[in-house]
Antibody, heavy 121, light 107 residues
Framework: QVQLQESGPGLVKPSQTLSLTCTVS??????????WSWIRQPAGKGLEWIGR???????NYNPSLKSRLTISVDTSKNQFSLKLSSVTAADTAVYYC?????????????WGQGTVVAVSS | EIVLTQSPATLSLSPGERATLSCRAS??????LAWYQQKPGQPPRLLIY???NRATGIPARFSGSGSGTDFTLTISSLEPEDFAVYYC?????????FGGGTKVEIK
């Protein structure tokens, strides 16, 4: 059973960079070429896909965030990470990391519990 | 970007009743659509993928149908644990997008 756990600061100041890490346990992140995504959800609202990375480092980003976004992977630590620069209050949300299905990509069968990030001075 | 519109926003039903949720896409997504269930304080859970395939461990009372632009999630007989918010998600085009959600609440 794959487990994912998000970690990072819960409070970020406006204009700074939001940095989160997702640690994958119970499975090697590089054992199969899965894709790993970040998804966020503002309080009381719907879900927004942020971007994804494969275990080989190939990325896809949401165009609405692409200019501010970097997703990276560290297979030696079984982790992948998100950096979102120049944040504003609109970036306040619960941030989830998730794994795509092995058989059919772009659907998410394993999720972390989510971490709350607030952007405020 | 493909916009997914879910209706109704809220569905008020009693346990044992049938729930029918709708998801409409702004352009054809073929059968590249999934449904998720989310309970308060929890991440979404994958229910249905490719419009009509149940994910591992999902009870048979959940079924999905549709193709092109119109999709339906049906819960044949609501159990107490089914009261939650449901989201659709498309993988036809980048970026991946989700619908706004339908809340199924106890009447």
């Amino acid at each position: 059973q794959v487990q994912l756990q998000e970690s990072g600061p819960g409070l970020v100041k406006p204009s700074q960079t939001l940095s989160l890490t997702c640690t994958v346990s119970s499975d090697s992140i590089s054992s199969i070429n899965y894709y790993w995504s970040w998804i966020r959800q503002p309080a009381g609202k719907g879900l927004e896909w942020i971007g994804r990375i494969s275990t080989s480092g190939s990325t896809n980003y949401n165009p609405s965030l692409k200019s501010r976004l970097t997703i990276s992977v560290d297979t030696s630590k079984n982790q992948f990470s998100l950096k979102l620069s120049s944040v504003t209050a609109a970036d306040t949300a619960v941030y989830y990391c998730a794994r795509e299905m092995a058989t059919i990509p772009n659907y998410f069968d394993y999720w972390g519990q989510g971490t709350v990030v607030a952007v405020s001075s | 970007e493909i916009v997914l519109t879910q209706s109704p926003a809220t569905l008020s039903l009693s346990p044992g009743e049938r729930a029918t949720l709708s998801c409409r896409a702004s352009q054809s997504v073929s059968s590249y659509l999934a449904w998720y269930q989310q309970k308060p304080g929890q991440p979404p859970r994958l229910l249905i993928y490719e419009a009509s395939n149940r994910a591992t461990g999902i009870p048979a009372r959940f079924s999905g149908s549709g193709s092109g632009t119109d999709f339906t999630l049906t819960i044949s007989s609501l159990e107490p644990e089914d009261f939650a918010v449901y989201y659709c998600q498309q993988r036809s085009n980048w970026p991946l997008t989700f619908g706004g959600g339908t809340k199924v609440e106890i009447k």
